[in-house]
């Protein structure tokens, strides 16, 4: 890992409150339809191979051999064939789109991209007014859509966002933080790759007296050896809304980014509007970061939602929630 420039000068170290949200209420985690493969002869196979060659293209995806394309069009035939069903159906205040995850099954899809381990979660209730809009996006207080890969971390990035977001707040500097530190070094109950929870991402925070910049330590997206590196940003605390409230997480947001467990079954193919609450359920599997929340042009209230998959996903990264 790059180590730290010692002869640049260091980023002021400050003592932040951060606050946390680990679970959003069960009425705005969505989960997902069974999805089954199709069958022989149901799909027309030479239009959908032509669709198939031409998202390869596009991704700049090639298979290791016959065997291996043949499966990956079995799962793009059944993802198209879901897109496909999802956006034609209507009604919906949000539509899907084939992206660059389109060739992975619903459940390689999940254990590649997500990996928020959840833990009990109570907080305390605050009873206070705060404001109708929010978007930490137009006052300068969150990094650019950054990508976690082939890697399990989202517990990481949704942590660091948050972090990130208090410190510009407090200091008025926006400093990209680092996510390799994170996945090599926090591993009192995170595990790389395999899923990790951001309370234990906050604790390590204060325990090592801080973080360090993105530049000085270089995400990869493969768990490797902890290096030390000079801290750049540390927080004194930090805090749990209390689950099923969503008042209190409002309340949060409107103070700073928030770190958040949702339900991702039903994001993969997201692509823009409000993500409803079709079929709700609470099984928490990955971590973002909410930066604000709004009324769309229909009336619909959201979340608004920084991601981890890049820009290319979503409304340029972000979804709005329900």
Not at 83 to 108: C, P, Q, R, W
Not at 228 to 256: C, H
Not at 266 to 287: I, P, W
């Amino acid at each position: 890992m790059a180590p730290y420039v010692a002869n640049k000068k260091p980023l002021v170290t400050v003592a932040l409150i951060l606050l946390a949200v680990l679970t959003i209420a069960n009425c705005i985690c969505c989960t997902i339809a069974a999805r089954d493969l199709p069958g022989s002869g149901s799909v027309a196979e030479a239009p959908m191979m032509v669709r198939f060659e031409k998202w390869m293209t596009e991704h700049g995806r090639t298979y290791k051999d016959a065997v291996e394309k043949a499966r990956r069009f079995e799962a793009f035939t059944a993802n198209a064939v879901f897109v496909d069903s999802s956006n034609a159906a209507g009604g919906k205040k949000y539509h899907l789109a084939i992206n660059g995850f389109a060739d992975m099954t619903h459940d390689e899809f999940l254990a590649r991209y997500t990996g928020y381990k959840a833990t009990p979660s109570y907080g305390h209730e605050d009873d206070a007014r705060f404001p109708a809009e929010v978007d930490w996006r137009q006052k300068g207080a969150v990094i650019g859509v950054n990508n976690q890969e082939d890697c399990g971390c989202c517990w990481a990035f949704s942590a660091v966002a948050a972090i990130e977001g208090i410190h510009q707040i407090k200091t008025g500097d926006l400093v990209s933080l680092s996510k390799q530190q994170l996945l090599d070094c926090s591993t009192n109950g995170n595990y790389g790759c395999n899923g990790g929870n951001m309370d234990n991402v906050f604790e390590y925070t204060i325990s090592n007296c801080g973080i360090t910049t993105e530049d000085a330590y270089p995400y990869t997206a493969i768990e490797d050896m902890c290096q030390w590196v000079q801290p750049a940003v540390t927080i004194s605390g930090y805090q749990d809304v209390p689950r099923y409230n969503e008042d209190a997480l409002a309340l949060a947001v409107a103070n700073q980014p928030v770190s958040v467990g949702v339900d991702a079954n039903n994001f993969q193919f997201y692509d823009g509007g409000v993500m409803t609450v079709d079929s709700c359920r609470t099984d928490l599997n990955h971590a973002v970061t909410t930066v604000g929340y709004g009324t769309a042009e229909d009336g619909s209230l959201y979340w608004l939602i920084k991601n981890s998959w890049g820009e290319t996903w979503g409304e340029g990264g972000y979804l709005r929630l329900e």
